[in-house]
Every structure is written in structure tokens, then in C-alpha cells.
């Protein structure tokens, strides 16, 4: 899950070394921290939140074949 969202983020924003993902693990949940450069802020999370809803479902998509759950945390 931590790659795929990586990628997904490291093609949204202009500045891709900035991408960091935190990972938190347990049983049947996954946590995903993202942190993005403050400027690409905006572009992860979209208008209304659209990239960011958009994201997670993919996200969470991938989540179900392992029979996981992923929380996906965009942070500063």
C-alpha cells in the first residue's frame, strides 16, 4: 500500500522528494501518513477534496485483496 501511494502522490506533485509516507501497522489496519512540500498541498487534496477522496479509494481498493484496512492521512 505505502508504494502505491507513493507513487501516486510522487506523480501528483512538482516537487517529488518532498513525498514522505509514514507507515503504522497493526493487525487489520494500516495508517498511511503523507506529508507533501507545503506549496503541493492543494494539488493532493484537489478541489472539495476530490484527489484526496479519489486516492483513498484507490488505496483502499488495493487495501481489500490483502484483506486490510488503510487510513490514509494527508499531514503537514
Request: proline share 3%; no cysteine; glycine share 4%.
Amino acid at each position: 500500500m505505502k508504494e502505491l501511494l507513493e507513487h501516486i502522490a510522487k506523480a501528483l506533485v512538482d516537487d517529488p522528494d518532498q513525498v514522505e509516507i509514514k507507515q503504522v501497522e497493526s493487525e487489520r489496519l494500516i495508517v498511511l501518513e503523507l506529508r507533501v512540500a507545503p506549496e503541493d498541498m492543494g494539488k493532493v487534496i484537489g478541489k472539495q477534496g476530490r484527489i484526496a477522496k479519489a486516492v483513498r479509494t484507490v488505496v483502499n481498493a488495493a487495501a481489500i485483496k490483502e484483506n486490510k484496512r488503510v487510513v490514509v492521512e494527508i499531514v503537514q
